[in-house]
């Protein structure tokens, strides 16, 4: 029973944040209303979200402070003729505050995730999101990879996306999406992985 009552968690979390890390085309509806819920969302720009969740895919030190992300269609109807960029050039930014609001530096893992875009765009993908159904952004990353945190305690993660319509061929607009927030403690024995 003990065993039970310390598995449980485990195989909840795993469940949850595997199927973020899914494409959302595999996604019930269940697990949608639950990663919706779950996710820390910013503001929506022409119906589209962007959000961000930290959770942990296994039951080893390494494998918590995995941090998910998304896009999410508020609209009824798909949204076409979005371009994503490569990974290491989704993001615009990415940081971290202490609850006193120290910025914690990042590392250079955390550099690599939010490159400056380069001068052309074209090597991208065409995203399509279905109707109220969360698309996976970006690969996961663990928040410790990439900043330096040295002190237990409560921290902010603060990321904005970088994401583009498509107004024509090879004619890109940058979409202003509004950045997502995350709250998260970090114990001592977590400092290292």
Not at 8 to 13: A, D
Not at 44 to 69: E, H, L, M, W, Y
Not at 151 to 164: C, D, F, S
Request: proline share 5%; glycine share 6%.
């Amino acid at each position: 029973m003990k065993i039970l009552s310390i598995l449980l968690p485990i195989v909840i979390s795993l469940r949850t944040c595997s199927v973020l890390a899914q494409t959302n085309s595999s996604l019930t509806s269940q697990y949608e209303a639950e990663i919706y819920r779950d996710t820390k969302w910013g503001g929506i720009t022409n119906g589209i979200q962007f959000g961000i969740r930290i959770c942990a895919i296994g039951p080893s030190a390494k494998d918590n402070f995995k941090v998910f992300s998304a896009l999410f269609n508020t609209n009824s109807s798909n949204i076409f003729g979005l371009w994503r960029l490569p990974t290491g050039y989704r993001f615009d930014e990415i940081s971290l505050t202490s609850r006193d609001g120290k910025v914690i530096h990042r590392t250079a893992t955390g550099n690599r995730l939010c490159k400056p875009p380069p001068s052309n765009l074209s090597n991208g993908r065409v995203v399509v999101l279905d109707p109220r159904s969360p698309f996976n952004f970006d690969e996961l990353f663990d928040v410790r990879d990439c900043f330096e945190i040295k002190e237990a305690g409560t921290y902010t993660l603060t990321v904005k996306a970088r994401l583009y319509s498509i107004e024509k061929f090879h004619v890109f607009k940058k979409l202003d999406l509004p950045e997502a927030r995350v709250d998260f403690e970090i114990k001592e024995p977590n400092l290292t992985r």
